[in-house]
Nanobody, 129 residues
């Protein structure tokens, strides 16, 4: 059984920063892609960012337009952990943030919720104006 456990959510003022972390535990393996989705109240779950381990070219990252220039994703394969550094936060970033892991090799990086095999329980991020 694989578990993804997020941490680092909380309340921050607009313009502030938060760093989310997600640790995978359970059977030992490496996700091909790890990333983040978010879901605001009353809205669909949307892709935020992901990172894939593409052996022939190193790591590859992809960001949603809303995250570009403000969010940075990174991963520590040895720890099966992925991070999301969020800077210049806006009230519209308020949402539950979900860590995701996908096993199957996929290139380019998938933004499809159905590609990701494993989901964390989510961590709440609230950005006040």
């Amino acid at each position: 059984q694989v578990q993804l456990v997020e941490s680092g959510g909380g309340l921050v003022q607009a313009g502030g920063s938060l760093r989310l972390a997600c640790a995978a535990s359970g059977r030992t393996f490496n996700f091909y892609t790890m990333g983040w989705f978010r879901q605001a109240p009353g809205k669909e779950r949307t892709f935020v960012a992901a990172m894939a381990d593409i052996t022939w070219s190193g790591e590859s990252t992809y960001y949603a337009d809303a995250a570009k220039g403000r969010f940075t994703i990174s991963r520590d394969n040895a720890k099966n952990t992925v991070y999301l550094q969020m800077n210049s936060l806006k009230p519209e970033d308020t949402a539950v943030y979900y860590c995701v892991g996908g096993e199957a090799p996929r290139y380019p990086i998938s933004t499809d919720v159905y590609y990701y095999d494993y989901w964390g329980q989510g961590t709440q991020v609230n950005v006040s104006s």
